[in-house]
């Protein structure tokens, strides 16, 4: 039985995919308590990497490891926060207001601070615990993760040649972004669907007459 399903997620879909980093410089969005953040600073001290970690509330006393550095304002500060960190990055970890568009926002700022093949990890893109009736029902959770996860599909159905995306649906979910080249980016567009089309509506009624 996974106890803590935070740190499974983060030690099979987000870790796996950056432990083998040499000298990694990571960006992270959020600290709060700080379990991400230590988890972090392991890699770091095992692989002589780097990390800087924003929040707005002061989580200054999560460690005192010499590799971390801690910013204490909002994650769209940009100017500051850039003035802060190297050039280039290799990790981006997001982990604040999960809203759409705040966290597109963030993935199109600080994009080109990565390397490339390196990585953005964006927790918090699904509403299936926050649904009605289920564990965590809580609406705003499931409204804003349902929209995260369309933005970010939109986000990538013109990207497809610069990026690579995948989910992870344990707990809240964790979207796994890989740079593929130093293209910029082309801005997202609106995806439509027909599920509501005409013609959807009428393969549903041929569908039931079909079946007699």
Known sequence: MITDVFCYKLDNFLFKQINQMNEPI?????????????KFLELCNQNNGQLFSVDLDDCSNVSKDKRWKFLQTRDDDFDFIKSQIPNQIDVLFIDTLHEADHVKKLFYEYYPLLNTNGYIFIDDISHLPYLKNSQRDNFYCEINNQETLKMLLEIYSENKENIDLSFSFISSGLAIIKKKNNQNLNQ?????YREFSIKNFSRKIWKKLRRG
């Open 26 to 38: 990571i960006l992270e969005l959020g600290v709060q308590k700080g379990r991400s953040t230590k």
């Open 188 to 192: 997202s567009k609106k995806l439509y």
